[in-house]
T-cell receptor, first 113, second 112 residues
Framework: NAGVTQTPKFQVLKTGQSMTLQCAQDMNHNSMYWYRQDPGMGLRLIYYSASEGTTDKGEVPNGYNVSRLNKREFSLRLESAAPSQTSVYFC????????????FGSGTRLTVV | GDSVTQMEGPVTLSEEAFLTINCTYTATGYPSLFWYVQYPGEGLQLLLKATKADDKGSNKGFEATYRKETTSFHLEKGSVQVSDSAVYFCAPLSGGSYIPTFGRGTSLIVHP
């Protein structure tokens, strides 16, 4: 089925470790996004890529980096994980421009101990 | 920037009850309005949308009407089912912006 695929689904890290969350979409969407979801906080935008070759900071970018590897893939990297980064991470994509209906992946549940 | 206020949950109902989840927003210009739903263990998915004043979005028995005068987009369903148990997010999108603002979500629990 077409959609947004995130890997891994679950991950436990120790404080200070690094890791990369992977996201790929097969809908030929131009724009891709990374969100984190925390209890009582809703969704908060970390980074987004309006089109291939561009990335921009969202609401909560500190501690994260992103790479838009190609049109399909948009990865999120934690260079030195902290307990405050324990969260559920969602990748989403859209056609971009004024076609702004999002398609979300099923999420990565990350725990930093 | 845009902001959105949703009623706090959880909202707990019996099957076949009437549902209202309130959403009010502040946004510039004439925003488009969306409701997304998140079922347990899944990502969000679009439930319905409305792009101009007085439009009614509808899907799966859910409805919401774009009320510009009250800056509201309340979600309603006449008869909920257990399978409607999920978290519902209201999301306005201002004109000229391509990134919606998501509310904090309202959890709905429907008992048989």
């Amino acid at each position: 089925n077409a959609g947004v695929t995130q890997t891994p689904k679950f991950q436990v890290l120790k404080t200070g470790q690094s890791m990369t969350l992977q996201c790929a979409q097969d809908m030929n969407h131009n724009s891709m996004y990374w969100y984190r979801q925390d209890p009582g906080m809703g969704l908060r935008l970390i980074y987004y890529s309006a089109s291939e070759g561009t990335t921009d900071k969202g609401e909560v970018p500190n501690g994260y980096n992103v790479s838009r590897l190609n049109k399909r893939e948009f990865s999120l990297r934690l260079e030195s994980a902290a307990p405050s980064q324990t969260s559920v991470y969602f990748c989403a994509s859209s056609e971009g421009g004024n076609k702004i209906v999002y398609t979300f992946g099923s999420g990565t549940r990350l725990t930093v101990v | 920037g845009d902001s959105v206020t949703q009623m706090e949950g959880p909202v707990t109902l019996s099957e076949e009850a009437f549902l209202t989840i309130n959403c009010t927003y502040t946004a510039t210009g004439y925003p488009s309005l969306f409701w997304y739903v998140q079922y347990p263990g899944e990502g969000l998915q679009l439930l319905l949308k409305a792009t101009k004043a007085d439009d009614k979005g509808s899907n799966k028995g859910f409805e919401a009407t774009y009320r510009k005068e009250t800056t509201s987009f309340h979600l309603e369903k006449g008869s909920v089912q257990v399978s409607d148990s999920a978290v519902y997010f209201c999301a306005p999108l201002s004109g000229g912006s391509y990134i919606p603002t998501f509310g904090r979500g309202t959890s709905l629990i429907v008992h048989p």
